[in-house]
């Protein structure tokens, strides 16, 4: 008789926690999840901006203007806003401290973006003048 954790023969295998019987595991070569995610099928991000991307003809003024849908509908959330719309208001605020926030973390990415730029040029400069010294030494000691 086998003890706990040992197969009965040699050579068989043994069936539990982590180790499917083989004839149940997945073959080779083969997914998992054979319906799976399509190929090219766009995630939810892409397909907003790609809607909000898009243009749209608007009256203002009493001319025709073509602007995104994005501008027209920060304009609407805007005139709303202005008009007394407690909600829209609400959200204007929402949406421009968002904004802001944005700039500033560009903002300071650029600033070290720039500070690091400056510094790899220093670098550069450094060496290639230290190597224009070099080969006036050594045309110096030769003639």
Do not use: W
């Not at 991000?45 to 749209?56: D, P």
């Not at 003809?57 to 806003?81: D, F």
């Not at 944005?102 to 600033?111: G, I, L, P, R």
């Not at 040029?121 to 290639?128: A, D, G, L, S, V």
């Amino acid at each position: 008789m086998a003890k706990n954790g040992e197969a009965k023969e040699p050579g068989t295998y043994l069936v539990g926690y982590g180790k499917p019987p083989i004839r149940s595991r997945f073959k080779k070569g083969r997914s998992g999840n054979p319906q799976g995610r399509p190929k090219g099928s766009l995630n939810f991000a892409t397909v907003l901006l790609r809607t909000l991307r898009e243009k749209v003809v608007i009256h203002e003024n009493g001319k025709r203007r073509v602007i995104t849908k994005l501008e027209a509908s920060l304009k609407q959330l805007v005139n709303k806003a202005t008009a007394g719309d407690l909600r829209a208001l609400s959200h204007l605020i929402g949406v421009t401290i968002a904004a802001e926030q944005s700039a500033a973390e560009e903002s300071a990415a650029q600033d070290v973006l720039n500070e690091l730029d400056r510094e790899v040029m220093t670098n550069m400069i450094r060496r290639y003048s230290q190597s224009i010294k070099g080969v006036n030494e050594d045309e110096k000691t030769s003639n």
